[in-house]
């Protein structure tokens, strides 16, 4: 069975990189399939961010790109979020989700969630 | 971009009845590639179905879609107390994967 959790800091200060890892155990990220991030926020309900798959091949929110980076260590099983200059929008909970067969926006196992926090 | 619009906001409805919950298209959504997902307080979706009809792994079969175009709908053929939960739509074949805005089912 597939599980992913997501790790990170809490808060984040205004300006500043939100940074996130997935870790992902019961499976091996060079198998295939894409890797993504969704968040959620009251404001702004649920928001597909952007996904990878194990070759290192991204694809993102429009909305969002200019700001992200993501990344995929294979020999540690994790995947990586990198949000620049984030703002209180940004505020959300991240989850780390796996891609349904080649899908790269539908999820079927999830992360439980961590909750990041933009505030000074 | 498409939106999608989920109605009604809330559906209060009692153990074994019906829920139909619809999905609508700003426009239409090529290849069905619609989903719906549920969640419950404090956990992450769930799943439930992909391709307008096709129930994900493990999900019971009271759990229906259908629809097709820009018309969606969502049914629990017969609601039990743990299908208390919020519910979402998402369309998936073109970014930015846009979700609804959610469908919040309450069992009497």
């Known amino acids: 069975q597939v599980q992913l959790q997501e790790s990170g800091p809490g808060l984040v200060k205004p300006s500043e990189t939100l940074s996130l890892t997935c870790n992902v155990s019961g499976y091996s990220l060079t198998s295939g399939y894409y890797w993504g991030w969704i968040r959620q926020s009251p404001g702004k309900g649920l928001e597909w961010i952007a996904s990878?798959?194990?070759?290192?091949?991204?694809d993102y929110n429009m909305s969002l790109k200019s700001r992200l980076t993501l990344s995929v260590d294979t020999s540690k099983s994790q995947f990586s979020l990198k949000l620049s200059s984030v703002t209180a929008a940004d505020t959300a909970i991240y989850y780390c989700?796996?891609?349904?067969?080649?899908?790269?926006?539908?999820?079927?196992?999830w992360g439980q969630g961590t909750l990041v926090t933009v505030s000074s | 971009e498409i939106v999608l619009t989920q109605s009604p906001g809330t559906l209060s409805l009692s153990p074994g009845e019906r829920a139909t919950l619809s999905c609508r298209a700003s426009r239409s959504i090529t290849y069905n590639y619609l989903a719906w997902y549920q969640q419950k307080p404090g956990q992450a979706p769930r799943l439930l179905i992909y391709g307008s009809s096709t129930r994900a792994t493990g999900i019971p079969d009271r759990f229906s879609g259908s629809g097709s175009g820009t018309d969606f709908a969502l049914t629990i053929s017969r609601l039990e107390p743990e299908d208390c939960a919020l519910y979402y739509c998402q369309t998936y074949g073109f970014p930015p994967g846009t979700f609804g805005q959610g469908t919040k089912v309450e069992i009497k």
């Open positions: 989700a796996r891609g349904l067969g080649t899908n790269v926006r539908l999820f079927d196992f």
């Open positions: 990878i798959n194990h070759g290192g091949y991204t």
